[in-house]
């Protein structure tokens, strides 16, 4: 089979030859610039400068070379900044800077930063909804956005992979913890909620304008697409069931919709970490397709249960192998154990692309190669 017709058959919950595997193709399946270096290193590859394409989280982007010698299947398309936006860091004493195309500043430390963090809410201080409005946004539909997309889009299918489109921003909640930073967020839940469901509404509205065009010119070229946001936490949802519900359902279904009807034959692929089942079967009847992750190490998320109770309307896309504990802190033989056991659970009947649980961080590269081989071992089917 090809990679892409692997990909396909996994998401049509058939058995493929074997479990496909994603590594560097979404935000959430990414490998960070440090733990890069050192695999390419040990894969004996030669040293080269890190292109680094989400800076916010440092992931790397994956050279060809290193996909080749991982065995990966699918590769990610993301949308280019609007026209006008550069990225130009600026630096004090202690912390390198950079403003973000919504306005958001982020920091890290220069001597030993991981990261770039948020330190400033544009709107932590606004007191009234209509304040959202005036806030500058960036354009969503600016045609510089898919600028050169889909040759990237049509290489990628030529290679014989399967392509993943990503959108604008992160999650309608994570731009309303974003703008009104995370202790303000949180009152607001608590008390006045309309300020944060202008923000959401406005970061759903941007979403909507720009996924009908970007399908128009790239629905027959792309597999998945990939939208998402943090409902979870370790030990539950964010927020009340019922909070939820009232915010945030009425309006990721409207996005699910908007994007099925740009383009009816992709899958839809819905990233929330955490634990997520209580809200699974809501965005399921949305109209979600492919969830990502499978945080195997937050409450409520075992492999089994979910595979069991939620596999006939589900693709799980990652979720191989656990990147809290395991995989950054166990040995290779741990690693290979945790695979063995992820993929006896969730691969049997298609409906599993092999992925860890999130990006690849602190890692030795003994354990990424101990996952790598452990799911050739364990991954073909019949």
């Not at 982007?61 to 860091?89: F, I, K, S, Y």
């Not at 019922?242 to 309006?251: L, Q």
């Not at 979720?319 to 290779?332: A, C, E, F, H, I």
């Not at 969730?346 to 799911?375: C, E, K, T």
Request: charged share 25%; hydrophobic share 40%.
């Amino acid at each position: 089979m090809t990679s892409r017709e692997r990909i396909l058959a996994a998401l049509a919950h058939t058995e493929p030859d074997r479990v496909p595997f994603d590594m560097g193709s979404l935000p959430v399946t990414g490998i960070h610039r440090v733990a890069y270096v050192n695999l390419r290193a040990a894969l004996g590859l030669s040293a080269r400068e890190v292109a680094i394409y989400h800076m916010m989280q440092q992931l790397a982007v994956v050279d060809e070379d290193v996909h080749e010698a991982m065995r990966t299947d699918c590769r990610g398309v993301r949308p280019n900044p609007p026209a006008g936006w550069r990225l130009e860091l600026t630096h004090d004493a202690d912390f390198s800077y950079f403003v973000d195309e919504w306005g958001l500043t982020r920091r890290t430390q220069r001597d030993r930063g991981y990261y770039y963090d948020l330190c400033a809410a544009p709107l932590g201080a606004v007191e009234a909804a209509d304040d959202v409005a005036a806030y500058p946004w960036p354009a969503p539909a600016d045609d510089a956005r898919l600028e050169g997309v889909r040759a990237r889009c049509e290489a990628i299918r030529a290679q014989g992979k399967a392509v993943l489109l990503g959108g604008v921003g992160s999650g309608m909640m994570e731009f309303c913890q974003a703008m009104r930073g995370f202790e303000q967020f949180y009152c607001d839940l608590a008390g006045d909620t309309s300020i944060l469901e202008a923000i959401a509404d406005k970061v759903l509205e941007l979403k909507c304008a720009y996924w009908p065009l970007a399908l128009s010119r790239l629905g027959d070229v792309v597999d998945v697409v990939q939208e998402g946001d943090d409902f979870g936490g370790q030990h539950g949802l964010l927020m009340s069931l019922p909070t939820w519900r009232r915010i945030f359902r009425p309006r990721v279904a409207h996005l699910f919709s908007v994007i099925k009807r740009a383009a009816p034959g992709v899958r839809l692929l819905y990233h929330s970490c955490g634990s997520v089942r209580a809200i699974l079967p809501d965005l399921i009847e949305c109209g979600m397709e492919v969830l990502n992750p499978v945080q195997v190490s937050a409450a409520h998320m075992d492999t089994r249960e979910l595979k069991r109770d939620f596999g006939s309307n589900l693709t799980f896309w990652g979720g191989g192998v656990d990147t809290q504990q395991v995989l950054p802190r166990g040995t290779p033989q741990q690693v290979r154990d945790e695979v063995k056991r992820r993929i006896d659970d969730m691969a049997p009947g298609g409906g599993f692309v092999f992925a860890s649980v999130h990006n690849i961080q602190d890692v030795p590269a003994a354990n990424i190669l101990a996952m790598r081989d452990a799911l050739a071992e364990f991954g073909a089917y019949g």
